[in-house]
């Protein structure tokens, strides 16, 4: 049984930062995507950043500039650093896992950006 543990959200002011941490366990394969979507109050879950086991980037073009997604391929974590946040990156981010055909979710954390 694949698990997705995130971590590290909260509240932050408008320019702040934060980190995003979710770790998986359970049966993953090597190869595999890891990332984020989140999702604002009445509004659709979108994709943030997404990267490949191979390093390859797919991140929305409206955090490109302040987002960065890393990971840790031995420790089966993925991280978001958030910077210069903005009170519209308010939403829950959920950690996301592809394994060949299989999507897992995280139970989602909060980032609530607001002064």
């Known amino acids: 049984q694949v698990q997705l543990v995130e971590s590290g959200g909260g509240l932050v002011q408008p320019g702040g930062s934060l980190r995003l941490s979710c770790a998986a366990s359970?049966?993953?394969?090597?190869?595999?995507?890891m990332g984020w979507y989140r999702q604002a109050p009445g509004k659709q879950r979108e994709l943030v950043a997404l990267m490949a086991s191979g390093g390859s980037t797919n991140t929305e073009d409206s955090v490109k500039d302040r987002f960065t997604i890393s990971r840790d391929n031995a420790k089966n974590t993925v991280y978001l650093h958030m910077n210069s946040l903005k009170p519209e990156d308010t939403a829950v981010y959920y950690c996301?896992?592809?394994?060949?055909?299989?999507?897992?979710w995280g139970k989602g954390t909060v980032v609530t950006v607001s002064s």
């Open positions: 359970g049966s993953i394969f090597s190869r595999n995507d």
């Open positions: 996301y896992l592809r394994v060949v055909t299989t999507n897992y």
